[in-house]
Nanobody, 125 residues
Framework: QVQLVESGGGLVQAGGSLRLSCVVS????????MGWFRQAPGKEREFVAT????????AYTESVKGRFTISKSNVKKTIYLQMNTLKPEDTAVYYC??????????????????WGQGTQVTVSS
């Protein structure tokens, strides 16, 4: 059974930082593309960042480039999202996600195979 467990969310003022973590269990870490998505109230879930479990390739949505950094620890089987210079528009529930590595194309809400339960991030102005 695959499990993704997020932590690290909270309330922070604009300009502040948070680091999210996602502990991965139940399968080979190197078999998947890993990523973060977020969903704000009344909006669709959207892609934020991705990192391959089998190499260090990363990609980001345009609105977080230069502010967020995705990384991983193969030993700890953990994915991280370092979020700096946070803005009120970053407020959302953040979800960890895993997609089989041989699934063609980028990570999307339709292509993801496993989701975490989500962690709330609230940025006050």
């Amino acid at each position: 059974q695959v499990q993704l467990v997020e932590s690290g969310g909270g309330l922070v003022q604009a300009g502040g930082s948070l680091r999210l973590s996602c502990v991965v269990s139940g399968y080979g870490f190197s078999s998947y593309k890993m990523g973060w998505f977020r969903q704000a109230p009344g909006k669709e879930r959207e892609f934020v960042a991705t990192i391959n479990g089998y190499d260090n390739w990363t990609a980001y949505t345009e609105s977080v480039k230069g502010r967020f950094t995705i990384s991983k620890s193969n030993v700890k089987k953990t994915i991280y999202l370092q979020m700096n210079t946070l803005k009120p528009e970053d407020t959302a529930v953040y979800y960890c996600a895993a997609q089989f590595r041989f699934t063609a194309g980028a990570m999307t809400t339709r292509s993801v195979n496993y989701w975490g339960q989500g962690t709330q991030v609230t940025v006050s102005s």
